[in-house]
């Protein structure tokens, strides 16, 4: 399928739910509002062992940032160090103490992160009806900054889709449904109950450094979550808050039944609110959850409090 011949996202969306309204018109953090106080007790009741995981990938890795095409990695150097001040360039500070300091240039999508609501449109209009215009230099609406001033807190469940197939790692634009995520969950003896954030593990994104960057970007298109109606309407019906993978944009990178880039994108972050967290790092997590049986945790995450900002970087932390 050629470009001219893929149809709009807009027809593809027109039948499609939103909670455009639901919690308000200045609402900006969407199905975030799932995540009231007993959904933050909920999730602490699944904390059993004390044991902890941070999710996050290291930035600025000597040994490269897998990114969406067309993006550029982290870059962080030193503006300050040890040899300032042996050159007596340093700054004095009374009493000898010397220091580092750095500076870093990201891309917000650029690393394990959090997407704002605002991030993704079509049709002129982003999630809640705010008009497409207010993305123009910095997000007047939906930017990043309400999701970090409440934080990302609830009862996280883990569905190990590369263990359930058997893999390391789901192939090039291996998709799954909503149903597949199901049936892992039953062999996983674990229940995605509503209200929970989704924690989806691929295995993909270790691919970039076990096979190479040449390998992932070939023919690039990541496995993941498949668009129907059926998913999205179910995403709706469990009031799903939140999806977490360890892939850069948490869906099949093009939906092989029409050819569409990142359809849920607009169907989940634009239309529903769900917030997007990408790049994550589940290998560590997944390994203790099928050595313990626990696959569910405390789930928390604060992005950075950026204002205007389409994304943030984010280290989420789990509880278990
Ligand atoms: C794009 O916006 C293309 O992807 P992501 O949501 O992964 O940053």
Same mark, same amino acid.
């Given at each position: ?43 602490? +009741? #699944?904390?059993?062992?004390? /044991?902890?995981?941070? *999710?996050? =990938? ?5 040994? @490269? ?69 207010? +993305? #123009?230099?910095?997000?007047? /609406?939906?930017?990043? *900054?309400? =999701? ?5 807190? @609830? ?166």
């Amino acid at each position: 399928m050629n470009a001219s011949e893929v149809m709009h996202i807009g027809e593809l969306l027109k039948n499609s739910p939103r909670n455009w309204g639901k919690w308000g018109d200045d609402d900006e953090v969407g199905a975030l509002n799932y995540l009231d106080t007993a959904e933050v007790l909920r999730g602490a +009741t #699944a904390i059993r062992s004390g /044991k902890t995981f941070t *999710l996050a =990938i290291p930035m600025a890795n000597p040994a @490269g940032d897998p990114l969406w095409p067309g993006r550029q990695p982290a870059s962080r150097y030193n503006v300050l160090d040890r040899g300032d001040f042996a050159a007596g360039a340093g700054p004095a500070i009374p009493g000898g103490n010397e220091y580092a300091d750095d500076i870093m240039v990201i891309y917000n999508q650029g690393s394990s992160q959090v997407d704002a609501l605002g991030h993704v449109w079509y049709d002129n209009e982003l999630y809640n009806g705010y008009p497409a215009e207010t +993305t #123009a230099h910095t997000l007047t /609406k939906a930017s990043i *900054l309400p =999701i970090a001033e409440r934080g990302i807190v @609830g009862r996280g469940v883990l569905i190990d889709m590369a263990r359930h197939r058997g893999k390391a790692s789901l192939a090039k634009g291996e998709t799954f449904t909503h149903d597949d995520l199901l049936a892992a969950a039953e062999a996983q003896g674990v229940e995605i109950s509503p209200r929970s954030i989704l924690v989806i593990r691929t295995g993909f994104i270790g691919s970039f450094w076990r096979e190479g960057a040449a390998e992932f970007y070939r023919d690039f298109n990541e496995p993941g979550l498949v668009y129907s109606p059926e998913l999205v309407e179910w995403f709706q019906r469990m009031e799903i808050p939140a999806l977490v993978t360890d892939t850069i944009a948490n869906e099949v990178t093009v939906d092989p039944n029409t050819g569409i880039s990142l359809p849920l994108h607009s169907a989940l972050m634009r239309n529903l609110g769900v917030t997007f967290s990408e790049i994550m790092s589940l290998d560590g997590l997944a390994e203790d959850c099928a050595a313990d049986g626990q696959w569910e945790f405390l789930y928390v995450a604060a992005p950075l409090k950026v204002f205007g900002g389409t994304g943030s970087p984010v280290n989420p932390v789990v509880i278990k």
